[in-house]
């Protein structure tokens, strides 16, 4: 998850737009990360060092681990270590948007200094998908002692897109409004102590896209099976989220979802979880009793 964390705080710094952003998670897999980038990543180069080999490349047939032992500034057992660690996947968000010409690599390494310091990440511990860094990145201070739980809803959403839908999501600024026309709202309750409610809201491509991901027809209209999977795809994850409380000592029941199109209840009505995909952006409002 360190990508989409690391995402998210570049968005919310104003480095990159949501639309650079969703361009940059979606070649991230086809990027192959560069020794330069590794280089910076660990510390070996400074990020002006790595854009000067770079620059060095374009105008001699070498390599970047030859031209860094010419320039002095690795050693060959470095560059050796550089190469083992090549398929790394917490680097290919950073490649791609370097690739993408959005950031320089100097830009990025000061951004990876600041983005580690401020969430306590050494170089030796890459981030997890854990409610801790959620804490940082999200705030349901208001909430009081409900806190917790709204956080861990968070992490198990993020993770449920990526094991249900197959597609890597980001954190979208909880400030950051969804239109509200033409919307579809899946709800859903949990019974008991604690009582949750949960809408998730979707605009008509969003839920087009995603029941049929979900589902794995091709779905042209909404009618009944595009609605019936995107009520499926909440029950599943609200079903997780069910069994976790469970495991907690909570006493919830899972109540039969709805989906229907209406207006979206305003912000004041709960907790807004918005994240966007490949597949469109998803809104969930949580309201805890």
């Known amino acids: 998850m360190f990508n989409q964390y690391f995402g998210h705080y570049l968005l919310n710094k104003g480095f990159l737009t949501p639309d650079q952003l969703f361009q940059s998670l979606q070649n991230e897999r086809s990027a192959r990360v560069r020794l330069g980038t590794l280089a910076v990543d660990a510390g070996l180069l400074t990020g002006k060092q790595a854009e000067e080999l770079h620059d060095l ?32 996947g917490h680097l290919a968000l950073v490649q791609a948007i370097t690739d993408n010409g959005y950031l320089t690599l100097t830009a990025i390494e000061k951004a990876l200094a600041d983005f580690r310091q401020e969430y306590g990440i050494t170089g030796d511990s890459p981030l997890t998908a854990d409610d801790a860094e959620l804490n940082r990145l999200l705030d349901f201070s208001r909430a009081g002692d409900k806190a917790p739980l709204l956080y861990s809803y968070a992490g198990l959403t993020l993770r449920n897109i990526v094991r249900f839908l197959n597609d890597t999501p980001f954190l979208l600024p909880q400030t950051a409004q969804a239109s509200a026309a033409g919307c579809w709202v899946a709800s859903q309750q949990l019974t008991g102590d604690p009582a949750v409610k949960i809408d998730l809201i979707m605009d008509e491509q969003t839920v087009l896209a995603t029941a ?22 909440l029950n599943v994850h609200n079903g997780v989220f069910g069994s976790l409380l469970s495991d907690k000592g909570f006493k919830v029941d899972l109540q ?34």
Do not use: C, W
């Not at 209840?265 to 809104?283: C, E, H």
């Open 57 to 88: 490349q374009r105008a001699k047939d070498k390599k970047f681990g030859e031209l860094a032992l010419e320039q002095g500034y690795l050693t060959a057992a470095q560059v050796d270590r550089l190469l083992a660690a090549q398929g790394q």
């Open 256 to 289: 039969p979802q709805t989906i229907q199109r209406q207006e979206p209840a305003p912000d004041g009505a709960g907790y807004r979880l918005a994240i966007n995909t490949s597949l469109g952006r998803f809104d969930f409002i949580i309201a805890v009793q």
């Open 212 to 233: 049929g991901r979900f589902s794995g027809e091709t779905l042209t209209s909404v009618d009944e099976l595009a609605l019936d999977s995107i009520g499926e795809f």
